[in-house]
């Protein structure tokens, strides 16, 4: 009973922010995002009557405190299946985790994939969705390929919750997510701490929901159309409308730091100049720019050479959620 899965992060182009049911995880807005290729997490998944208790080991450390609900998602999956059996969880990232780089959606993603194939359920894409969405939210959508929408769904029981592919990876291969690092430590605030003081204490998230589905229509269509301006520009701004969101909670939540900002000047100067690009930002200080493959190069190397930048990581529209032979133990 043991399987290795593989999933890369995703990057939202229009933001989900905002549980309206924070045990199953249930969003008040659909949200739409690429799969990122090459930002990826392996989790191997054992389960035995070899272990007397669970354990995680992540990036080669045990897991301590289990913040992100990690054997939650794991009692689910068991209780699913059937199984008594506890469980060995090994997973590594190849990008820094917590620090606003979706590191918890390609974790979950790779992990309920593989445990519930070493679980033996037998999971449709649709289910799998739902299943890691009660995990991670963001990570619903990493089960999927290309360019990819998580739908915010009506019910009570959260199974019109779920994500699925607008296009294929192939689609638009033209399509590139620049992430642009500036720090590599852990986040103060967690989104998900994050989200529900937005909903409790900021007053402009009625505002933010009443031009969602605007910006979904934009985003979607933009997408099937390979639309460059209208989804940067969309996107681009639905980032700042989520920051003017975090910006207005009580107490208030900043995520950006001067590098941030550098990052953000930078965007609006090669706009100037002709160059075409837009960036987008989630719960942390690196920024994500996006440009086409022509502008790649060009926009890459002066990012690198910003003082605020540690490290950038281009990225294309990769796959979904892949169960893989090479375990990790
Ligand atoms: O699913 P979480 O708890 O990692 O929240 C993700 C929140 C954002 O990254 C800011 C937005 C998004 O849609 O990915």
Known sequence: MKATAIANANIALVKYWGKRDKKLVLPYNSSISMTLDGLSTVTTVE???????????INGKELVKDEKGILNHIER??????????SKIVSKSNFPIAAGLAS?????AA???????????????????ILTRQGSGSASRSVCEGFVEWYKGDKDDGSDSYAESIVNKNHWNEFRM?????????????????MAQ?????????CWLETIDRDLELIRNGIKNRDFSSVGQTAEYNCLKMH????????????????????????REQREEG???????????NVIVMCLKKNEKKINKKLSELGGVMKTIICGPGDGAKIIDKHLF
């Not at 999956?77 to 506890?86: D, V």
């Not at 160059?275 to 200080?285: Q, S």
């Open 244 to 267: 003017a969101l975090m910006i207005t909670t009580k107490p208030p939540i900043i995520y950006w730091t001067p590098a941030t900002m550098e990052i953000i000047d930078f965007v």
């Open 77 to 86: 999956i068991r209780n699913l299946a059937n199984i008594k059996e506890k």
């Open 111 to 129: 992990l309920t994939l593989a445990a519930t194939k070493a679980a033996k359920l037998e999971l449709n894409e649709k289910d799998l969705t």
């Open 178 to 194: 620049i992430t642009a690092i500036v720090t590599k430590t852990e986040k103060k605030v967690s989104s998900r701490s994050g």
């Open 198 to 206: 937005t909903v409790n204490t900021c007053p402009y998230y009625k």
């Open 47 to 57: 389960f035995s009557k070899k272990y007397e208790k669970d354990s995680i080991i």
């Open 104 to 108: 918890s959606a390609s974790g979950f």
């Open 275 to 285: 160059i075409e690009c837009y960036f987008t930002i989630d719960a942390g200080p």
